[in-house]
């Protein structure tokens, strides 16, 4: 028989996760013809000194926690199915003693942040166990972006995250909540940039009050949060005037979806051409709904909110590096979310302050096109060797492409 071609054919298989031993071996010298010292080479730097886990392990159940949303027990139960016995507070020491190594890296993402000319913020709940009480106390996560791709910047998107925890002054009598504006001010302390996009919560509003060299800060609100409140009066009223109101907003989005990624004076041109005829008459028209319709409906209450807030809703007409909405910062705080359903709550101050470490690492991985468990081994690696503190930013996740380029 002669061979007159052939047919080929690909099917998708698996190698599962394999774990390995690694042996390090450090021979010990000595000369025979003298009382010299014995000469060994040191032992590496490892984040647990002596004990079982390499870097990438670690990595593996940070990744594994604060970005693929699998709490620690569950992690343990798979290395258990594999023939590795790891408890969870095994795997929450380790991580715990990384987030040592790793926090002159989120200092210096901080330090980066407050830089930029335009941030993202918002906030979310953060369950903290309270082992006094036996029960959670509530703290917020604080989330803040710096993403200028929407208007063509190539400049690596930034994220960082910060865990504030609602503090007793007094015992049981005084108490700062985690949602005052007292925190975001304490974290916007030295931001020299202009503009917060924030959604409509009250708290927000003081910092526009800061007397500070550079002036207040500006606000700039969300369409998004605007919208879903007519939304709701659609769904469960069916409002017509709710429905007109949507008909509007999509317009402006529509718009905004022609010049995403051009450059802002670009996208400034579009939106005064064609953007802010339709904020010019969709004001006025707002406000003559609310003499048509009961003062105390919800639609009214609607309605009202929002009025308020239109200078900041219309401030994308006035600098083409705003947005009409929240997006970069609010995909943030979804995945913490997700991480705060499966895991229930933080098991104590620390750990919810490593919580948010990670997340920033990991989210600015994740918006870099960066792989964060390479990225986390080799930093960690490279700072247990001696990365020089004057050269932290070749350790950050944008500048992060292979192993060598850690290198001092």
């Given at each position: 028989m002669a061979k007159i071609g052939e047919d080929v054919s690909e099917r998708l298989d698996i190698v599962p996760a394999q774990l390995r031993v690694l042996v390090t071996r450090r021979p010990k010298y000595a000369c025979r013809q003298c009382s010299a010292a014995v000469v060994q080479v040191h032992a590496p730097e490892h984040v647990v000194p002596g004990g079982l886990p390499a870097e990438a392990l670690i990595a593996q159940a940070m990744v594994a926690k604060l970005g693929d949303h699998l709490p620690f027990y569950r992690q343990a139960e798979i290395y258990t199915r594999q023939g590795i016995a790891?408890?969870?507070?095994?795997?929450?020491?380790?991580?715990?003693?990384?987030?040592?190594?790793?926090?002159?890296?989120?200092?210096?993402?901080?330090?980066?942040?407050?830089?930029?000319?335009r941030i993202f913020m918002d906030e979310t709940r953060a369950p903290v166990l309270d082992p006094g009480r036996r029960r959670?106390?509530?703290?917020?996560?604080?989330?803040?972006?710096?993403?200028?791709?929407?208007?063509?910047?190539?400049?690596?998107?930034?994220?960082f995250g910060h865990s504030l925890e609602p503090v007793a002054f007094m015992p049981s009598i005084h108490y700062a909540?985690?949602?005052?504006?007292?925190?975001?001010?304490?974290?916007?302390?030295?931001?020299?940039?202009?503009?917060?996009?924030?959604?409509?919560?009250?708290?927000?509003?003081?910092?526009?009050?800061?007397?500070?060299?550079?002036?207040?800060?500006?606000?700039?609100?969300?369409?998004?949060?605007?919208?879903?409140?007519?939304?709701?009066?659609?769904?469960?009223?069916?409002?017509?005037?709710?429905?007109e109101a949507l008909?509007?907003?999509?317009?402006?989005?529509?718009?905004?979806?022609?010049?995403?990624?051009?450059?802002?004076?670009v996208r400034l041109a579009a939106r005064r051409t064609l953007s802010a005829p339709i904020i010019a008459a969709f004001q006025p028209w707002l406000a003559a709904q609310l003499s048509r319709i009961p003062r105390s409906s919800k639609l009214a209450e609607d309605i009202r909110c929002t009025l308020p807030r239109w200078p900041?809703?219309?401030?994308?007409?006035?600098?083409?590096?705003?947005?009409?909405?929240?997006?970069?910062?609010?995909n943030q705080i979804r995945?913490?979310?997700?991480?705060?359903?499966?895991?229930?709550?933080?098991?104590?101050?620390?750990?919810?302050?490593?919580?948010?470490?990670?997340?920033?690492?990991?989210?600015n991985c994740k918006m870099n096109d960066v792989d964060p468990v390479s990225y986390l081994a080799e930093t960690l690696r490279a700072l247990l060797d001696g990365h020089p503190r004057s050269r932290i930013d070749k350790l950050m996740p944008g500048n992060f492409t292979t192993a060598s380029s850690l290198a001092p």
């Open positions: 790891l408890d969870r507070a095994t795997l929450g020491n380790w991580v715990g003693r990384a987030c040592f190594h790793l926090r002159p890296i989120v200092d210096h993402l901080r330090e980066r942040l407050i830089c930029a000319d959670t106390r509530t703290g917020y996560f604080w989330a803040v972006v710096s993403d200028d791709r929407g208007h063509g910047s190539t400049s690596p998107p930034v994220v909540p985690g949602r005052g504006a007292v925190h975001a001010l304490r974290f916007l302390e030295g931001y020299c940039g202009q503009f917060v996009q924030c959604d409509g919560y009250e708290a927000y509003d003081k910092l526009t009050k800061v007397d500070r060299t550079e002036g207040p800060w500006t606000l700039v609100h969300c369409w998004p949060h605007a919208r879903r409140r007519f939304v709701k009066r659609l769904e469960k009223d069916g409002s017509p005037i709710a429905e008909r509007q907003i999509a317009e402006l989005h529509a718009i905004e979806k022609t010049v995403r990624g051009a450059a802002p004076d900041g809703l219309t401030r994308f007409l006035e600098d083409g590096r705003l947005e009409l909405d929240t997006n970069p910062v609010e995945k913490i979310a997700l991480t705060r359903k499966n895991a229930l709550f933080a098991g104590h101050e620390v750990g919810a302050e490593n919580w948010t470490m990670l997340a920033s690492l990991i989210a």
